[in-house]
């Protein structure tokens, strides 16, 4: 009798258990906790291309920079030590301040063309599939994250194949000098005809810029069209590394010239100084008072 009532029970607490339970009673559940599985972890985004940052070429430029900054200032100084002697004080005051201003004009100006010329280059390329993002790495502190579309781009809004082609001035991938991690993933991605829905933008304000003027800098391609691009084509220039090479030349000539043309200005200005008082002092008589011996007194 006892025996037939625990086999009942048995039974009945079979037919109760929850259908994620095992048979027995005193089973734990099993369930991924119980087991030590875990979800698989999500696919991480995939490194399409990988270059070098352009640090040492950085470098040659902005001594090149500073050359060019001594030479404007050195330059405006000689041309102005040449012209104090033929100016009012007035001209010459004014005169003095509007070279501060051109050589910290000049300054940020070849500053300015220098970064531009770095955050184009592209350092490193991530597409995230699942997620239809791409992260754009590029030199001097900027990033780029697209949200692409699910449907081709249509209309005036430009594909990926269009900015790849066509964006040069802002987005340059230099096979070349960077190793392509995956060539077809790449080559798919650079073809591809969808459009940017979206763009976040994360960029290091430099030197004379807040963070809000580096964002207003930076073009952001969510805001660009198929005509802007068509207009932009073969306008960039060729190779971030080859504008470097042209800016850091173009920086020397400038402080070379400058500081040419100041000592030819400080020359020409002592020699019309001189010649000036050489001519006042042949042409001086004295006047027949100033030999007058002076009056005895009374």
């Not at 033929?86 to 910290?104: D, E, K, R, Y």
Request: proline fraction near 5%; include cysteine.
């Amino acid at each position: 009798m006892l025996r037939a009532r625990q086999v009942a029970t048995w039974q009945l607490a079979k037919r109760r258990v929850a259908p994620w339970r095992c048979a027995r009673a005193w089973c734990r559940p099993c369930s991924s906790e119980a087991t030590g599985e875990r979800p698989a972890p999500a696919p991480a985004p995939v490194l399409l291309f990988r270059a070098r940052s352009l640090e040492n070429e950085s470098r040659s430029v902005e001594n090149a920079i500073t050359f060019a900054t001594v030479g404007m200032s050195g330059g405006m100084g000689f041309a102005f030590l040449g012209l104090a002697p033929l100016t009012s004080p007035n001209l010459f005051m004014i005169g003095l301040l509007l070279a501060i201003f051109q050589v910290q004009f000049g300054y940020s100006l070849i500053t300015r063309q220098l970064y531009m010329q770095r955050r184009r280059w592209v350092m490193e390329l991530y597409r995230d599939e699942d997620k239809h993002l791409v992260t754009v790495v590029c030199d001097a502190n900027l990033k780029r994250v697209w949200t692409l579309g699910n449907d081709a781009a249509t209309g005036d809004t430009p594909s990926m194949q269009d900015i790849a082609e066509k964006g040069k001035m802002f987005f340059y991938l230099d096979r070349e000098v960077g190793e392509v991690m995956d060539a077809e993933g790449l080559d798919a991605l650079l073809a591809d005809s969808k459009g940017i829905e979206e763009e976040k933008v994360e960029v290091k304000p430099v030197i004379g810029e807040t963070e809000e003027l580096s964002k207003r800098i930076v073009q952001s391609f969510s805001e660009l069209t198929r005509t802007n691009l068509q207009q932009m084509a073969g306008k960039d220039g060729g190779s971030p590394i080859q504008q470097l090479d042209v800016l850091e030349r173009a920086a020397k000539i400038t402080g070379v010239s400058f500081m040419t043309m100041g000592l030819l200005f400080y020359v020409m200005g002592n020699w019309s100084a001189q010649n000036a008082i050489h001519r006042a002092a042949q042409s001086y008589t004295p006047s027949p008072a100033s030999h007058a011996s002076p009056a005895k007194a009374t």
